[in-house]
T-cell receptor, first 114, second 110 residues
Framework: SQTIHQWPATLVQPVGSPLSLECTVE??????LYWYRQAAGRGLQLLFY??????ISSEVPQNLSASRPQDRQFILSSKKLLLSDSGFYLC?????????????FGQGTRLTVV | RKEVEQDPGPFNVPEGATVAFNCTYS??????FFWYRQDCRKEPKLLMS???SGNEDGRFTAQLNRASQYISLLIRDSKLSDSATYLC???????????FGAGTTVTVRA
């Protein structure tokens, strides 16, 4: 069966520090991969998605970047964190292809920038 | 206009009641629809897919109205454990992106 791992679960980082969040998927090949952010009490905002190795689409211009160095690995990074980067970061995967299969989420990383 | 809109609620209902709420979407080419459940400070989890003909999963019923561009979720015989935020998800045809509504909060009281 497919599983998705995301770490760390919680993170407290100072303003201006770098960030690296990692997500890996097991049990499937060529998944679509997603990074979402959820601010407190708000909905999910799509940050990046990837349909293949090295293919990254950015939804919102911001202080973050994403990379997909391997088929089932998705990394979210920042060189210098801002206070506004605080939030609940969620990685997700779905079956490859357009138009639609459901997505499955990792357990999320709660990031607090101080 | 947002791609997906939901009534945020909250819907406060007693145990055993029926509660229903809708989600509207703006892209008429949308192809796939889902309901997710999110508990406080947890990741969203798939509740059910929404099929054109409507579908049931135990106490949960989902409907799709393409003409009016909305999906609905109905919960019968509410349980305390149904308290959560329910997110609707829409995927347009020829697209990879899942668009989430902001969620409808349901609180079931004893």
């Amino acid at each position: 069966s497919q599983t998705i791992h995301q770490w760390p679960a919680t993170l407290v980082q100072p303003v201006g520090s770098p960030l690296s969040l990692e997500c890996t998927v097991e049990g499937t090949s060529n998944p679509n991969l997603y990074w979402y952010r959820q601010a407190a009490g708000r909905g999910l905002q799509l940050l990046f998605y990837s349909v293949g190795i090295g293919q990254i689409s950015s939804e919102v211009p911001q202080n973050l970047s994403a990379s997909r160095p391997q088929d089932r690995q998705f990394i979210l990074s920042s060189k210098k964190l801002l206070l506004s980067d605080s939030g609940f970061y969620l990685c997700a995967w779905s079956g490859g292809g357009v138009g639609g299969t459901e997505a499955f989420f990792g357990q999320g990383t709660r990031l607090t920038v101080v | 206009r947002k791609e997906v809109e939901q009534d945020p609620g909250p819907f406060n209902v007693p145990e055993g009641a029926t509660v229903a709420f809708n989600c509207t979407y703006s892209n008429s080419a949308s192809q796939s629809f889902f309901w997710y459940r999110q508990d406080c400070r947890k990741e969203p989890k798939l509740l059910m897919s929404v099929y054109s003909s409507g579908n049931e999963d135990g106490r949960f019923t989902a409907q799709l109205n393409r003409a009016s561009q909305y999906i609905s979720l109905l919960i019968r015989d509410s349980k305390l454990s149904d308290s959560a935020t329910y997110l609707c998800v829409v995927i347009p045809a020829n697209d990879y992106k899942l668009s989430f509504g902001a969620g409808t909060t349901v609180t079931v009281r004893a």
